[in-house]
Structures are given as C-alpha cells and as structure tokens.
C-alpha cells in the first residue's frame, strides 16, 4: 500500500468537522449521514437556503459513492465492505465542504478525470445545458445512473469541483471529491 486513505482527510485543516465517515455506504449509512447532517445544521440555526443546499448536494455525493464504487483492493485494511467510501462534512468560513473518497479502478480513471475536467470547464450556462441534455438523451447506466450526478453537483453549487486521484497501487487508485457549497452560488 502506497498511502494511508485516512491521510487526506486529516491534512486538510481547514473548518471543523461537523461528520467523518468511513465504511460501507448502504441505505442505512445513507439515511443516518442526512439526518446526522441535517441535525446539527438546525443545531447551529444554519440558513434553511444553505442547509437545503448542502442537503441535495450530500444527497448526490451518497448517491455517487453508493452506485460508483470500484471493488475494494484485496489488500485494503476492510473487507468487509462491499460498497467502501470515506465522508467528511466539514463547516467553513464561506460554508460547507463535502469531501469524498473512494477506490476507483485504473481502467476507470482516465474517463472519470475526463468527466470532472469538462465540468470544470464549463460555464454554469453550459452545466445547465448539458444537465438538461444528459436529463433528456442518456440512458440508464450499469451501475444504475445516467452520469448526472457530478453536473447536478456542479449545477448545484455554482462551484467547481476540487478533486485528486492517488495511487494506491499498481491496480486502484483512490478519488477523492472535495465540493465547496455556500450561499453565494
């Protein structure tokens, strides 16, 4: 093993950690994040704009680590996890930070990269346009999605999307998503 996943999350010190998460996601995983989340925004009165926000955006980063989870390494520390994803929900300055991560096969990188890129290229014209697009004209993936979770995170949050592959090993890599949702977007 090349590094430690839990790594990334412990070296962005930035904001205060409101959710930290690692494990198998299931429904019940899902069900406890959004309601754990969700809690201790109305806990702080967070803005009900910003909490809503936040919540769809949560919503659509389980949603990517339930459908597009790779196979967990055969030499990764849990497996028992069938569908393994890490979560950290953090409060900042100008909002919240929904960070991500998750093993992707080598074979899946390239076009995963190619995807995160022409997002971030793109207006917020064009990722309204090409949301609609996708809506309207994609079909039902294997893995049970038609590719519109990362443009309805971007269309959703006006931001672009901060992310980074590391290789784990000669087979995997691990993508970590680190989305900034706030008020002004």
């Keep these: 093993m090349s590094f430690n996943v839990e790594n990334y999350f412990s070296e962005k010190p930035d904001g205060n950690i409101i959710l930290f998460y690692k494990g198998n996601v299931d429904s019940d995983v899902i ?6 989340v969700e ?7 967070e803005q009900s704009r910003l909490r809503k926000k936040v919540y769809n955006v949560l919503v659509e980063s389980l949603q990517n680590l339930y ?18 994803g890490m979560l950290a929900v953090k ?34 014209e064009e990722i309204k346009e090409l949301y609609k697009f996708i809506l309207n ?23 672009k999307l901060d992310y980074t592959f590391l290789k784990y ?10 989305i900034l949702v706030n008020e002004e977007n």
Excluded: C, W
């Design 31 to 36: 069900n406890h994040v959004l309601d754990t």
């Design 39 to 45: 809690d201790k925004m109305v806990a702080v009165n």
């Design 67 to 84: 459908h597009h989870v790779d196979k967990v390494p055969s030499d990764f520390e849990d497996q028992s996890a069938e569908r393994y």
């Design 91 to 124: 409060k900042v300055d100008n909002g919240y930070k929904i960070i991500t991560g998750n093993f992707v096969h080598k074979d899946n990188v390239e076009k995963l990269e190619e995807k995160v890129k022409r997002i971030n290229r793109s207006s917020h």
């Design 137 to 159: 004209h994609q079909r039902i993936s294997a893995k049970g999605g038609g590719g519109l979770g990362l443009v309805d995170i971007a269309r959703k949050t006006g931001n």
């Design 169 to 178: 090993n000669d087979i995997y890599s691990f993508f970590y998503l680190d």
